[in-house]
């Protein structure tokens, strides 16, 4: 069967995405690839039709390499849905479970077997695969969420490193590697630890257009959340992200109090109630999770319309991966983040601490400072953030700065007088001062402390009374970002002069921010109304007739994924409900055709469909088994 017909038969999909075909082609003859593809993208498809083709053609069976439990379970969940012989080998499997998978495996009677690194590695998994390997029945390596394997990727685990046996061990089965987020840096490292280098690279673009990027400024971060939420996400599902385990719980216990549907997840939560709290947002409509980056890899819920950072992330590469969980199904979707002083501070901190090397170190301030560049920007965001992976764009008209660009202000007089006055203040008294008692100097405020150490005599008392606090603020940002001024951790958060420090004190580096806004732009929400709907909200218009079989095959599909304990989007994704809604079926021709019905769920599925579309059957479940 050709890819074409597996893409169409299999999958219900009339044509391939993006560099998809080329990709699929390419591993399919067993060749090596490297492939970038942004979150919703289809990067799954891109070894699971060559799994299928490769084994058709008699080459065996595909090890599908990936990090989490939950993903397994739902990709393998989905191709059982689609028809596909899969399975998986994690700690979730009973003792015979797994030894009925193993034993499957070594028969050669699976056409993708996904497992965890650390299982890859261990010296019973690595017989099975030698067994097959010298069967010729070893097809295809696919590691999955490849930035894990470099030390420069946002989410590096030792583990991944270990894979590098794959090439060595089974120097003759093709590798595709795949990830949504790696700079020039993280994709270097990759190849090199993979041993990729004859592989082809695939890049695609890295733009998600249906997303809309916006970055405020701290000041009460739970309320600005609170705002963003009521007013354009009432009754949507998304993520909210949190720096601390004990942030994540108060922010979902507030959201639960003010009538939003919230979950927590962090690592010190039970394992049970982690799972089942994952469970929850991915099969139910509406519910907000808040949690630690230590949620989100590998989810594929596609109606997640926001993503929310109450904290600055790490890196432009943490924050696109976790921003473009939102629009999978390439619905309008929005990623909100507030950032402040402090979040600049105790980044620069747990680097500075670390004990890693000064070079990794100087790498991650490099990243860090690419971030702040991308959160004071006072230009398209969404070219700052394509410009990062190296990829040309031009202004969205979509993002916070295009849709009220921001004024701005040459902050580098500024810059010169706060960089003075913490030289002038540790001349004085010999020790350094925090963030907070340097701009009372600034801006002339006559405190106890400042009496206590003669401070209204420094050169610079009062000199920067013109400008708030707030200002103040942002101009230290800045500072801390490009390492002008240090922040020593061991020493109460004090500020210290750096060597960079002396270009910005001569005037050699210019400062220029944007004017903060004491109230965030007013937008025109791409809802429409922000309460909420007892009505599904389609992803395409439908009459009143088309809108009440849109909610009955909803309804439907519930009680199905229900039943088989999968996300809905496994059985169908909204977009396929949608179109059975609008062209109304009779019949099952008619449902051949539609996205995403191939010919296993229209066997399983497609009388109860019709039956629902008819109001027939009120709800009716199908045959997965047929």
């Not at 398209?380 to 660009?405: I, K």
Request: hydrophobic share 40%.
């Amino acid at each position: 069967m050709s890819i074409e017909s597996i893409l169409q038969t299999v999958f219900g999909y009339a044509s391939f995405r993006g560099p998809q075909h080329d990709i699929i082609e390419h591993v399919t003859g067993g060749g090596d690839a490297l492939v970038l593809m942004p979150t919703g993208g289809g990067k799954s498809l891109c070894y699971q039709i060559p799994a299928i083709a490769r084994q058709q053609a008699g080459q065996g069976i595909t090890v599908v390499i990936s990090p989490l439990i939950a993903l397994m379970h739902d990709q393998v969940g989905a191709l059982h849905e689609a028809g596909v012989s899969a399975a998986f080998l994690n700690s979730t499997l009973s003792m015979q479970e797994a030894s009925d998978t193993e034993r499957r495996l070594v028969q050669g009677n699976i056409t993708l077997l996904y497992a965890a690194p650390e299982r890859i590695n261990t010296s019973r998994f690595l017989a099975q695969l030698d067994s097959l390997y010298e069967r010729g029945a070893l097809s295809l390596f696919a590691i999955d969420e490849a930035h894990c394997v470099s030390q420069w990727g946002h989410d590096f685990r030792p583990e991944y490193r270990a894979l590098t046996v794959l090439h060595e061990r089974y120097a003759k089965v093709p590798r595709i590697a795949l990830t949504a987020t790696a700079d020039a840096l993280t994709r270097a490292d990759i190849i090199e630890r993979l041993q990729l280098e004859d592989a082809r690279l695939f890049v695609s673009s890295f733009d998600r257009p249906n997303i809309r990027y916006t970055i405020v400024e701290k000041r009460d971060a739970t309320q600005q959340l609170l705002r963003f939420i009521r007013s354009e996400h009432m009754g949507d599902a998304g993520i909210v992200y949190c720096q601390s385990r004990k942030r994540v719980e108060d922010i979902a216990n507030l959201l639960c109090d003010e009538g939003i549907a919230a979950l927590p997840y962090h690592a010190g939560l039970d394992s049970k109630v982690r799972q089942a709290n994952q469970d929850q947002f991915l099969r139910t409509e509406g519910v907000v999770m808040v949690a630690t980056i230590a949620f989100g890899m590998g989810i594929d819920k596609p109606d997640v319309r926001f993503v929310a950072h109450l904290d600055m992330p790490k890196n432009i590469e943490g924050y696109y991966q976790e921003t473009g969980r939102a629009g999978r199904d390439g619905q309008a979707a929005d990623a909100w983040m507030c950032y402040g002083l402090q979040d600049v501070v105790n980044q620069r901190r747990m680097i500075d601490e670390s004990p890693a090397a000064e070079e990794f170190k100087q790498g991650l301030r490099g990243k860090l400072e690419a971030l702040l560049g991308l959160a004071e920007a006072t230009d398209c965001r969404r070219v700052r953030l394509l410009a990062y992976f190296d990829e040309a764009s031009t202004p969205c008209g979509n993002c916070d700065n295009c849709l009220q660009p921001p004024d701005v202000w040459d902050a580098t007089d500024a810059a010169r007088k706060l960089l003075s006055t913490i030289y002038r203040v540790q001349q004085m008294s010999g020790f350094s001062f925090g963030s907070g008692h340097v701009m009372d100097i600034l801006r002339g405020k006559t405190t106890d402390k400042i009496t206590q150490y003669g401070h209204a005599s420094v050169s610079t008392f009062g000199i920067g009374a013109d400008l708030s606090e707030t200002q103040w603020r942002a101009v230290l940002r800045q500072l801390i970002a490009i390492s002008a001024v240090a922040v020593d951790a061991q020493a109460f958060n004090t500020l210290k002069l750096t060597d960079a420090s002396r270009a910005v004190l001569k005037g050699d580096v210019p400062v220029r921010l944007r004017v903060s806004l004491a109230q965030p732009a007013e937008r025109k929400s791409r809802r429409g109304s922000a309460t909420t709907s007892a009505a599904p909200k389609a992803p395409v218009d439908l009459d009143t007739a088309g809108q009440t079989r849109f909610a009955a095959l909803k309804a439907w599909r519930f009680d199905v994924a229900k039943a088989h304990n999968l996300p809905a989007y496994v059985i169908f994704h909204d977009a396929t409900l949608a179109a059975i809604a609008q062209n109304a079926p009779q019949s099952l021709d008619d449902l051949q055709g539609i996205s995403g019905i191939g010919a296993r769920k229209l066997e399983a599925y497609g009388a109860a469909v019709l039956a629902v579309v008819t109001g027939g059957m009120g709800v009716a479940y199908g045959n997965p088994d047929a």
